[in-house]
């Protein structure tokens, strides 16, 4: 079969255009995810660490979701490992002036400086 310049042109400019549009509507998807996720990470880090509690075990301001997902990420109170405890961890929220607790990015509630979760990260 014989295909004749202009035909091949033609539908190679479309293909082009196709992919080009299509990369192009991804991007601007990927970037509205990450910015809004970016929003959303500074909205659930504020809560973190503004519970007034006098005892970082004081649970009390904490909803039961919250207490089942800090179970799941293995919150211990004290770490069993002593170089991997909240205060070196990056996602440790040091505690406000004059109070004793910190608080974790990835829930909300108290958290104990020489505690210890299984998604201990280290500080960079």
């Known amino acids: 079969m014989k295909v004749n310049r202009r035909k091949f042109c033609e539908q190679a400019v ?3 255009s196709v992919i080009a549009l299509g990369s192009m509507g991804l ?3 990927a970037d509205k995810k990450e910015s809004s996720s970016s929003s959303e990470e ?3 880090v504020a809560p973190a660490n503004d519970l007034d509690v006098d005892s970082c ?3 009390s301001k904490v909803s039961a979701e919250e207490i089942k997902k800090r179970e799941s990420l293995g919150y211990e109170e004290t770490t069993p490992i002593p170089d991997k405890q909240c205060s070196s961890c990056n996602l ?4 406000k ?3 004793s607790c910190g608080g974790c990015i990835l ?3 108290p958290v104990y400086e020489d505690a210890y979760c299984t998604y201990w990260a ?3």
């Not at 440790?92 to 505690?95: G, N, S």
């Open 107 to 109: 829930f909300k509630g």
């Open 97 to 99: 002036e004059g109070k």
């Open 42 to 44: 500074s909205t659930a």
């Open 122 to 124: 280290p500080q960079v």
């Open 92 to 95: 440790y929220i040091p505690p």
């Open 27 to 29: 991007l601007a998807c």
């Open 57 to 59: 075990d004081d649970l």
């Open 14 to 16: 479309t293909k082009v």
